[in-house]
């Protein structure tokens, strides 16, 4: 457990924090549309700047035409392209970026953190939302899991510590929604079950918390070639007013046994979107996305499925 070591607040800066760069190629086909469609329309995350990412160049390359957009809820950055009428062959789009990640860097002694002021600022990352629990029963069991902690960075500790010490990793026996109920019942699942429990346990106890949907970048085994990127991979932020938002990979830390996951992140993740069920911008006519982790299309209304090929290399 974390225990208080100082009263007053040392710097966030790293000195000599280290860095490392990718160049990724985001690449999506649109189908060929026949006369009897109306209208097609696609959304893809954009990659964005954060605290511990940066994107240092973006091009985009697509024979239709697009729009930059961004979602009012989480602020999350979309290229939108709308097709109205038949097209007669596919349409290949492509988003290149050169991202450089640093060193997350937090200041992570309770003494920095104060009590938040005005939660209903906070109020999209203090809610329920689907499949992500709020109620009587998680109240119980993350005020259990704290012991009366008042402190909002000790709090995540003791939450983070639970979720790592009861969750399996087994992607195999996962939700497919990213259900807290699943991982309180099964105590096993992905990346999306473990941190749904953090985020449901933390919002529970009034401290905000938020998914980050993104990429955990693995390079070829030695001497097999490189292929497309496969699935996707999420960590959780919470916020504590004196340290900001916090990112915690729960995840990392029950299937490889990387303990020092609180307040930090592998040198390989890259985010893609923040949040859940997410209305798209413009708004899509279907339900709301679960997740935002790649390409979104609709035709005449009605969800498509996209062919996707993510590749990277480091430099």
């Not at 800066?13 to 696609?42: C, K």
């Not at 309180?184 to 905000?208: E, K, Q, T, W, Y």
Request: aromatic fraction near 8%; charge should be negative.
């Amino acid at each position: 457990m974390m225990t208080v070591v100082a009263t007053e607040c040392p710097s966030a800066a790293i000195a000599n924090e280290p860095s490392v760069r990718y160049e990724l190629h985001d690449r999506f086909t649109l189908p060929r549309l026949g006369g009897e469609t109306a209208r097609f329309e696609v959304w893809c995350p954009v990659i964005c700047d954060t605290p511990y990412q940066r994107v240092l160049d973006i091009a985009i390359t697509a024979p239709v035409r697009w729009a930059l957009t961004r979602e009012a809820e989480h602020g999350n950055s979309i290229l939108h392209a709308r097709i109205a009428g038949p097209a007669a062959e596919e349409a290949k789009l492509e988003i290149r970026y050169v991202v450089e990640r640093t060193a997350v860097a937090h200041a992570l002694h309770p003494g920095c953190v104060r009590p938040l002021e005005n939660p209903e600022l906070f109020a999209a990352y203090l809610k329920a939302e689907q499949f992500v629990e709020v109620n009587d029963k998680m109240r119980a069991l993350a005020r259990d899991v704290v012991q009366g902690e008042k402190n909002a960075l000790l709090q995540a500790q003791r939450i983070y510590d639970y979720v790592v010490g009861s969750m399996t990793y087994d992607a195999a026996k996962q939700s497919w929604t990213g259900s807290s109920e699943h991982a309180l019942v099964c105590s096993m699942g992905n990346c999306n079950d473990i941190h749904a429990l953090f985020i449901s346990l933390a919002r529970s106890i009034g401290l905000p918390a938020r998914l980050v949907l993104g990429q955990a970048l693995e390079p070829p085994a030695p001497g097999a070639e490189a292929c497309d990127l496969c699935g996707y991979h999420c960590w959780a932020e919470f916020f504590a007013a004196g340290a900001g938002w916090v990112p915690v990979d729960a995840s990392c830390a029950c299937k490889y046994a990387k303990h020092q996951l609180f307040g930090s992140l592998e040198m390989n993740h890259i985010a893609w979107s923040v949040g859940r069920d997410i209305l798209l911008a413009p708004a899509q006519q279907a339900a709301r996305l679960l997740f935002f982790a790649g390409p979104y299309a609709e035709r005449d209304g009605k969800t498509v499925r996209l062919e996707r090929h993510v590749s990277f290399q480091q430099f």
